[in-house]
């Protein structure tokens, strides 16, 4: 599993020893479950089909595709990791940020909630 917070080095790491079979060809199938989610992952992460990267792959090794997929990840991730350290250390910040998402998360469940009283008959208190 890689998450947002680790680092470049920690989310190459877990690339590389992602589990793919025997055989060093890039391409998707239910025979190879591994390969078929690395390549999801890089299209994911890159916007290019799955069919272009298996072209581009072709001929290649596991270590070469792993490579490229480590570094997409990354690529993909290093911003919202570094966001996140630079929130996680400003307590201002995410009180503010805290507070926001509560007043809105209030605000959708009060409106909800009115039209579920309304539907199932329940008159409004006034406030």
């Keep these: 599993t890689v998450f947002i917070t680790d680092r470049p080095e920690d989310v190459r790491k877990k690339i590389m020893s992602a589990v793919t079979d025997s055989s060093a060809e890039v391409r998707p199938g239910p025979d190879k479950p591994g390969v078929t989610n690395l390549l999801s992952i890089m299209s994911a992460c890159t916007g290019?089909?799955?069919?272009?990267?298996?072209?581009?792959?072709?001929?290649?090794?596991?270590?070469?595709?792993?490579?490229?997929?480590?570094?997409a990840v990354v690529a993909t991730l290093d911003p919202v990791r570094v966001r996140y350290d630079e929130l996680i250390k400003d307590r201002a910040e995410l009180d503010r940020i805290f507070k926001s998402g509560a007043e809105q998360a209030q605000a959708t469940a009060f409106r909800t909630l009115s039209?579920?009283?309304?539907?199932?008959?329940f008159v409004e208190r006034p406030r």
């Excluded at 290019?48 to 570094?71: P, W």
């Excluded at 039209?115 to 008959?121: H, L």
């Design 115 to 121: 039209k579920v009283n309304r539907k199932v008959g």
């Design 48 to 71: 290019r089909s799955v069919a272009a990267l298996e072209s581009e792959f072709a001929g290649k090794g596991y270590g070469d595709f792993k490579k490229a997929v480590a570094d």
